[in-house]
């Protein structure tokens, strides 16, 4: 029986990773503890480590659960052009080494996970942004990435001066369809009127769409050029150039996935993050390690984050976001129509 369950939020910690290399891709690694599992093996998505976003967001979780729970862990980068094999091959690895559990960060890993989970069947895998998988083993962390989008695009429509916002998509896939959508419909709410324009920067993720901040900061400076004067980008580390654009052309950028104010890297474009839509995916991993290590009852099935129960949301870190009465206002009550179900947020 497939069990479901709730994500909480879980806290940033801090820790420094020795960096090795591996046969799957670069790799970090901290010490392990005896035991049954040596800690969290985690697979980080296209763009790596340092994208600001998505794949930081489980750094974050990996590094928790390790001071937490003293335990080790390790965390293997991609490589460029890689094949499904080599995914299925870095899932092995880390489970082969004693990782428990280990995690898939993406949907590009579905079918990797799934393989990995049938040969490894006392390994507790995890897959972020993806719930096809059949295995027990396997916890399917997926969230709405819808709701907070509405509230992005409320945001957005809120903060225009001309009644024209941009949205730039990463890949052109049903994943970041949910992005789109929601808020575009958000942004609608506020103004029916509102010109919004729409673009993906590749096709396939093999083309560079969640890698390249150069695409994501031309794809910026095109929808800045036709008078878009807010900007939210689902794109991953091609989001830190659309932020860049943004900030040079002195218009609004909205972040995607972490809170992009907080990002050290992105510090000096800060002023023009007016807010990031939030994807817990740090608690995820943080509570499947918990479930785990520390509890001893694996999470398995679908796991889905949300506005009701934290797993998605919008950051308020800006100070010119929080002191704008009417914009908070207008977030507030989509959120509680979302909660209660008089807003029905499209995915597509």
């Avoid at 040969?119 to 719930?131: A, E, M, S, Y």
């Avoid at 969230?143 to 024209?164: D, I, M, P, R």
């Avoid at 009701?308 to 989509?334: C, E, H, R, W, Y």
């Amino acid at each position: 029986m497939r069990r479901v369950s709730r994500i909480t939020i879980a806290g940033v910690a801090t820790a420094a990773l020795a960096v090795t290399v591996s046969a799957c891709g670069s790799s970090s690694t901290s010490s392990s503890t005896e035991g049954k599992s040596k800690g969290i093996g985690l697979a980080y998505d296209v763009g790596g480590k340092g994208d600001q976003s998505f794949n930081d967001a489980a750094y974050a979780g990996f590094q928790k659960a390790q001071k937490d729970f003293g335990i080790g862990g390790r965390d293997v980068e991609p490589t460029d052009n890689e094949s499904d094999a080599d995914k299925v091959q870095r899932l092995e690895t880390l489970a082969k080494a004693g990782y428990n559990p280990v995690i898939g960060v993406g949907f590009a890993y579905a079918g990797a996970v799934q393989e990995a989970a049938q040969k490894f069947p006392k390994v507790t895998f995890g897959i972020i942004d993806d719930n096809k998988t059949q295995a027990k083993n396997v916890a399917d962390m997926v969230f709405h990435e819808e709701q907070s989008s509405y509230l992005a695009g409320v945001a957005a429509a809120k903060a225009t001066k001309k009644n024209h916002i941009g949205f730039i998509g990463g890949v052109d896939v049903p994943l970041i369809h949910k992005f789109e959508a929601g808020y575009e419909q958000g942004a609608k709410s506020v103004n029916p009127k509102i010109k919004v324009e729409s673009q993906y920067l590749t096709q396939t993720a093999q083309e560079g769409g969640f890698a390249s901040p150069d695409k994501g900061e031309n794809a910026a400076n095109g929808q800045i050029d036709a008078g878009a004067d807010v900007l939210f980008a689902a794109a991953g580390l091609s989001g830190q150039g659309v932020i860049k654009s943004a900030a040079e052309h002195k218009v609004w950028a909205i972040g995607v996935d972490s809170d992009q104010y907080k990002q050290a890297a992105l510090a000096k474009y800060k002023d023009y993050i007016l807010t990031s839509a939030l994807k817990n995916v740090e608690g995820a991993v943080y509570d499947l390690a918990k479930s785990v290590i520390k509890d001893k009852k694996p999470l398995s099935g679908d796991i889905r984050g949300s506005l009701d129960n934290g797993g998605v949301g919008l950051a308020d870190s800006n100070p010119t976001f929080k002191k704008n009465a009417a914009m908070q206002a207008a977030i507030k009550k989509a959120e509680e129509g979302i909660k209660n179900g008089t807003i029905t947020v499209k995915t597509s």
